[in-house]
Nanobody
Framework: QGQLVESGGGLVQAGDSLRLSCAAS?????????????MGWFRQAPGKDRETVAA????????YYADYVKGRFTISRDKDKDTVYLQMNSLNSEDTDVYFC?????????????????WSKGTQITVSS
């Protein structure tokens, strides 16, 4: 019950920007309001562990960023659209990966990928240089 659907991925050149979107289907997600879920963006390359790129709390006033994206990426959420975004600026080839969004019903922000229990299917981002 409920899906997280991504859009906005693709192939870009170094220095370009992308905006990923992750929308929850319907007005609720797994029978709960979307506003009761913390959200995160993650990446996973073949043969490597899943790692956290960014995360955001229920109200959007607390965020987490991996060191390598600080100053370049911004996570945000739109409660009216049940959508979380990842604005990705100044992309470089090291940003190439498969990106996932994920959700977990929680009160406080959690950053560990293992804590999230609802996942999108993932979208490929490739940055050429």
């Amino acid at each position: 019950q409920g899906q997280l659907v991504e859009s906005g991925g693709g192939l870009v050149q170094a220095g370009d920007s992308l905006r990923l979107s992750c929308a929850a289907s319907g007005h609720t997600f797994n029978g709960r309001a979307f506003s009761t879920y913390i959200m995160g963006w993650f990446r996973q390359a073949p043969g490597k562990d899943r790692e956290t790129v960014a995360a955001i709390n229920l109200t959007g006033d607390s965020t987490y960023y991996a060191d390598y994206v600080k100053g370049r990426f911004t996570i945000s959420r739109d409660k009216d659209k049940d959508t979380v975004y990842l604005q990705m600026n100044s992309l470089n080839s090291e940003d190439t990966d498969v990106y996932f969004c994920a959700a977990r019903a929680a009160v406080n922000l959690i950053t560990a990928p293992s804590a999230y229990n609802h996942w999108s299917k993932g979208t490929q981002i490739t940055v050429s240089s």
